[in-house]
């Protein structure tokens, strides 16, 4: 299993909750980002990052909670969350925190 810069296994993560507003709509979540006041929507998966990602975690400790919820396999959940990832860190999504 690996994970690709900016971060790896190890990089402790969480939501940036500072910039973007965020509300629930059934299993999806649509957000505000208060910079420059654009939406985004998430499907329920990337609901579920998000909601893990409400506390300060590992990349690590997400995908295992990831795996727990989705029956796919580690290689791809891994990939998954990795794209996911690098897209919250280039709009500012998440802070990287070690």
């Not at 690709?4 to 709509?25: D, G, K, M, V």
């Not at 295992?64 to 791809?76: P, T």
């Not at 999504?93 to 070690?98: Q, T």
Request: glycine residues 4%.
């Amino acid at each position: 299993m690996s994970v690709s810069a900016p971060f790896n296994l190890n990089t402790i993560i969480q939501r940036n909750e500072n910039n973007f507003l965020a509300n629930s709509l059934g299993d999806e979540t649509v957000m505000m980002d208060m910079d420059n006041g654009e939406y985004l929507g998430i499907n329920s998966v990337g609901t579920d990052i998000w909601n893990l990602l409400q506390e300060p975690i590992s990349v690590q400790e997400l995908i295992k909670k990831m795996l727990d919820i989705y029956e796919v396999s580690e290689e791809e959940c891994t990939a998954e969350i990795n794209a996911f990832l690098s897209r919250m860190i280039k709009q500012n999504m998440l802070v990287v925190l070690k």
